[in-house]
């Protein structure tokens, strides 16, 4: 597995403003992913993380609004930008830690975003 | 378009006894499963999974059974303990290291 931390662990947010969430893992690891958990629902992929090149963003979310960022193999960056009340989620990043038979990925504790 | 469901938003079970918690996926394409257990104010933590070339996989108190016919997989969670009351979620992918589609989740309480 990986030691998965989060910055911050929550933050309370004015709208229109932007906040970046840093995501640092103690180990290389081959795939990095950004899910949104909003208030009593499920968690969705944002993105996922490309080491040295642009994300991928799935359907719904784009790079204007959640700039992602991931200029190593331990490290990445989620911005949430111009925000918005229906921003307030738990924002996850997860990890897939190297090549293997397995498919697991592990999470990071969360940042609790709260948009006023 | 809900690829993963868990149609019991909580289950309820005593002490000791069996729980038994269901998903139903819709894609065929799936071809791994996990389940994540979480906390309040925690990330999802990784419980077990299973490959679909298999029919059953089984790590201590927990057992994952798949039914590919059926589109249908279960988490058999036997003897259940007080402190595995949490959310458990069922998540799919297709191939290996690749994005998890994750279903609504289900509260469990154990009462003791």
């Known amino acids: 597995s990986a030691v998965i931390s989060q910055k911050p662990s929550r933050d309370i947010c004015q709208r229109g403003t932007s906040l970046t969430i840093q995501c640092q893992v103690d180990?290389?690891?081959?795939?990095m992913f950004w899910y949104r958990q909003q208030p009593g629902q499920s968690l969705t992929l944002i993105a996922t993380?490309?080491?040295?090149?642009?994300?991928?963003?799935e359907s719904g979310f784009v790079i204007d609004k959640f700039p992602i960022s991931r200029p190593n193999l331990t490290f990445s960056t989620l911005t949430v930008s111009n925000m918005s009340p229906e921003d307030s989620s738990i924002y996850l990043c997860?990890?897939?830690?190297?090549?293997?038979?397995?498919?697991?990925?592990?999470f990071g504790p969360g940042t609790r975003l709260t948009v006023l | 378009d809900q690829q993963v469901k868990q149609n019991s938003p909580s289950l309820s079970v005593q002490e000791g006894r069996i729980s038994i918690l269901n998903c139903d996926y819709t894609n065929s394409m799936f071809d791994y499963f996990l389940w994540y257990k979480k906390y309040p104010a925690e990330g999802p933590t990784f419980l077990i999974s299973?490959?679909?070339?298999?029919d059953k996989n089984e790590d201590g108190r927990f057992t994952v059974f798949l039914n590919k016919s059926a589109k249908h997989l279960s988490l058999h969670i036997v003897p259940s303990q007080p402190g595995d009351s949490a959310v458990y979620f069922c998540a799919a992918s297709e191939g290996h290291g690749n994005k998890l589609v994750f279903g609504a989740g289900t509260i469990l309480r154990v009462k003791s």
């Open positions: 997860s990890v897939v830690p190297a090549p293997s038979s397995y498919n697991e990925q592990f």
């Open positions: 180990s290389q690891v081959t795939m």
């Open positions: 993380a490309n080491q040295g090149s642009e994300a991928t963003y």
């Open positions: 299973i490959s679909s070339i298999k």
